[in-house]
C-alpha cells in the first residue's frame, strides 16, 4: 500500500483528512486515501499517502486550506522516517 520515498500524512481527526483528501482531489494531486500503517499510530485511523514529487504540491494546497497534518513521514525500505512539513 506505501511505496519506497511515498509520504503519509497523518491527521488527528477523520473530518479533516477528509477535508484535505478533498481539497487535494479538487486540485488534481496524486495522493490516496489509506488506513494508517500498523507502524504509525493515530485516532484518526486515515491518512493520505503521496509520491514525493508532490511535496509542494501537497503543502500549499493544505497550507492555503489550514489542514497541515498533525504527522508527516517518509517510507523507505520497510520503514517510516518522520519529516518535518
Given amino acids: 500500500m506505501v511505496r519506497d520515498n ?9 473530518h479533516r ?8 482531489k479538487q486540485e488534481r494531486v496524486d495522493i490516496l486515501l489509506i488506513p494508517v500503517p500498523r ?3 493515530s485516532d484518526c485511523g486515515l491518512a493520505i499517502r503521496y509520491p ?9 494546497v493544505l497550507l492555503r486550506e489550514d489542514l497541515l497534518p498533525a504527522e508527516l ?3 523507505t525500505g520497510k520503514e ?3 519529516v518535518e512539513f
Fill in 73 to 75: 513521514y517518509s517510507y
Fill in 39 to 41: 507502524q504509525l499510530t
Fill in 17 to 24: 483528512v477528509m477535508k484535505a483528501e478533498k481539497a487535494l
Fill in 6 to 14: 511515498d509520504l503519509v500524512a497523518i491527521f488527528h481527526s477523520i
Fill in 80 to 82: 517510516f522516517r518522520r
Fill in 52 to 60: 514525493e514529487q508532490e511535496r509542494n504540491r501537497v503543502l500549499l
